[in-house]
């Protein structure tokens, strides 16, 4: 793959385990979004104690995915982010595969939640922005090379849109810039009985 500070391979088995936490994977989403958040704004946002939301901000950043932001007081320092977008590898262990999986496997049935809350929403927003939301579904037929270079440009469109209004920086934000969740899930499928 290719290099760029903004993207962040994760192999490591336990650092897979550690996002793959409901609580988490909300607190890294949302220091993302804010820029930079303290664990007391933390938990005032997602409803949950300032102890909980220091504690799982402190192990967040023990694996890579947050870090002491330098403003705010000498008795909270916010958090924020390391990296504006993650592939989610695994190593070629069993423990880290099956890391991966579960990692997988939860931001799939998050980003099926943020659908299904946009789908109750979307009648009280902009028309334009429901004419392209939604999911787009493509089967094709691909050798391995072609799976590759397919997932590379996708990974080339949303590393220059990425690098365009940094997650973490509010101040490339303008109007009209709204939080879009893209999440590709790409998987080979069974063949058929005839191979098909």
Not at 61 to 76: I, L, M, P, T
Not at 117 to 126: L, T, V
Not at 158 to 183: I, Q
């Amino acid at each position: 793959m290719e290099s760029n500070p903004a993207r962040r391979v994760v192999t490591d088995p336990l650092a897979l385990r550690a996002l793959a936490h409901p609580l988490r994977l909300k607190l890294w989403g949302l220091v993302g979004r804010e820029g930079q958040l303290t664990a007391a704004d933390a938990a005032r946002q997602l409803g949950v104690s300032q102890a909980l939301a220091s504690h799982h901000l402190r192990q967040l950043a023990k694996y890579g995915y947050v870090e002491r932001g330098s403003a705010g007081d000498n008795r909270e320092r916010p958090w924020q982010i390391t990296a504006t977008s993650n592939d989610f590898v695994g190593d070629n262990s069993q423990e880290g595969q099956e890391s991966a999986e579960l990692l997988d496997r939860y931001v799939a049935e998050q980003a099926v939640v943020q659908l299904a809350d946009w789908q109750q929403r979307r009648a009280d927003e902009d028309p334009e922005w429901s004419e392209h939301s939604g999911v787009a579904q493509s089967l094709l037929y691909l050798t391995v090379e072609e799976f590759a270079e397919l997932t590379r440009a996708w990974h080339a469109l949303t590393s220059e849109l990425a690098a365009r209004r940094p997650l973490g920086d509010a101040s490339k934000r303008g109007p009209g810039v709204k939080p879009v969740n893209f999440t590709l899930v790409a998987a080979p499928l069974r063949p058929t009985d005839s191979g098909g």
